[in-house]
Every structure is written in C-alpha cells, then in structure tokens.
C-alpha cells in the first residue's frame, strides 16, 4: 500500500536486469536513497525460475519501498566473482552501497515476504537505522558494552534484525566473549541466519579463535624472511598479523603466499583471505585492494 503522497513507480523502474556496465548505478548508486535487490540468477538453475517470479511479486508488494535488479552470472562473471556468488540462486539486498542481508538458494515465500519487510524498512524504520549506526560507531570507537546493549534493544524490536543481531555477536567477539558469541550464531532466527551480516560475525569469530593461539610475530617474520618458501610460517605470520590488528599486512602475506602456491594446503591462503574479506566492511580499502589483486591473480 503506498502512503499519501507517494507516487508509484513504473514496473520498469521497480525490477530490471543488470549488467556489468550498469551495476554501479543499477544497485550502488540507487541503493543510496532506496533499498536495492539483486537476484543473481542462471538459465539453467531450475530453483532460479521458481524464486525470481516469488521475489518480483514481493517487490511489487512492497509499493515502491524497494527495487530489483536481476544479474545473469553467465553473462556477468566478473560480478558474481567480485561477490563470491558461488550457487545459484543467491539474492543480496543492498543499502547505501553496501551488502546488509540476502539469502542462498530457494525459500518459501513467508521468507521471501519477511526478507523483503526487513530491506524495505531500511529506508524508513522509526530510528532503527540511526539506532544501528550508533551502536556500529560505539563499537568501532571501542564502547564495546555500550554498544552490545544497544543491539540488544534494537532486537528487542525487531528480534529478526540482521544487522542488530550480527553486531550483538561482533560485540561478544570484541568483548572476548567467543563461546557466547558462537552460542548466539547457533541460536540465530531461521530467516537471517545466512545472511551477510551474521556472516561477517561468523568470520570474525574465526578470526578471533585464530588469534588465540597465533604465534609471536618477530619470530615468525624471521623465519618468513630466513626461507620464504616456509609457506606455513608465512600463513601464520598473517594469522599473528590479524591478532596484532594488522590485517592489511596479513592480506599481503596471504596474496604472497598465493602467488608462490595457490594450492598449498588445499587453497589456505584464499580460503583466509575470503574470511578476512567477510569479516571486514566490504567497503573497507583493504577488502576492496585485497579482491581486485586476488582477482588479478586468479585471472591472470
């Protein structure tokens, strides 16, 4: 239903398909100022054309609080690799140019409906939002407790809060509480618990346990400076990095070591340096310089 004064948008401008050269301003850019769905999709994926119908009947429900772009991966791989879209289907929502939520694989459509209220209410949610970016910059300026409590009263509200609950597990994790971090991620709501922002919590709890029994960095930097074809050294160094906040350090050494052998360990190194990228903000330098030279390496 759409509110007084609101003008409904033409069907054309709600859902449209995307390529790589319209990306940016199709979903970043217009993310800005409405929440934007993609729906990456492929002709031959069968769950594909059960779920895209679903999902434009419930934007087209939603009157104008959200759009839908619709990606075809074959045709636009550089995207998908860009955003790790390794099944088909998988939806993101994105707001403000950044991924906050989605989903892998086909739903019923009472999740697809409450996928779809969760990302239109980011444009316009009683202070929710301005809620959130509190509690993200209490977090950020180190206020841990100040900002767990905070989540915690936002899902008070609205207990399905992807956002609101993977920063109350961010909090525990800063907080140096990881078995009740983990213990929140495993009693996470059914419709948010795969989504990006419970799964940069999940990663950054991985981290966390790593940093545990990371090792001394000076004498894991020598040992990586005496032979650098020790690549386990290397790959704890970057682990003792991540523990010393250094993680754009950490980067270059996992880059390093991929570039020398990308099959080491059965891939370690890119399997790391995908965790770090999903723990940090995907618009942080050090994740959007560490995927374009991965890249760069994968598809050399």
């Known amino acids: 239903m759409l509110s007084l004064g609101e003008k409904p948008q033409p069907e054309a401008e709600l859902i449209k398909d995307a ?51 619709k990606v075809d991966v074959d045709k636009n791989q ?4 860009q955003l790790r879209i390794q099944s088909m289907p998988t939806v993101y929502a994105f707001w403000q140019g950044q991924p906050v939520d989605g989903f892998q694989g086909a739903v019923p459509a009472s999740e697809i409906k409450a996928f779809i209220d969760r990302v239109s209410a980011l444009a316009g949610d009683g202070g929710l939002a301005d809620a959130l970016k509190a509690a993200d910059d209490m977090l950020t300026e180190g206020a841990t407790v100040d900002a767990a409590e905070t989540f915690a009263a936002i899902l008070e509200e609205e207990p399905e809060n992807s956002a609101a609950y993977g920063g109350l597990v961010r909090a525990q994790v800063a907080l140096g509480n990881l078995d009740q971090a983990e213990a929140f991620l495993t009693a996470a709501p059914a419709p948010i618990a795969k989504t990006k922002d419970l799964d940069a919590a999940r990663a950054q709890l991985e981290l966390a346990r790593q940093a545990v029994n990371a090792g001394p960095e000076a ?82």
Do not use: H
Not at 78 to 81: E, L, P, Y
């Open 219 to 300: 004498e894991l930097r020598a040992a990586v400076e005496a032979n650098p074809t020790d690549y386990q050294a290397r790959f704890d160094l970057a682990a003792a990095l991540l523990a010393a906040d250094n993680a754009a350090e950490a980067v270059d050494q996992l880059l390093d070591l991929f570039r020398r052998d990308r099959e080491w360990n059965d891939g370690a190194a890119k399997s790391q340096l995908f965790t770090i990228f999903d723990a940090l903000k995907p618009q942080d330098p050090i994740v959007l310089s560490g995927r374009r030279r991965l890249s760069s390496m994968i598809f050399a």
């Open 78 to 81: 550089r995207i998908a690799a």
């Open 19 to 69: 390529t790589e050269a319209t990306f940016m301003a199709d979903v970043i850019e217009a993310s800005q100022t409405i929440p934007v769905v993609v729906d990456f999709w492929a002709t031959w994926c069968g769950p594909c054309k059960t779920l895209g119908p679903m999902l434009e009947a419930a934007v087209k429900a939603a009157g104008g609080k959200v759009r839908m772009v």
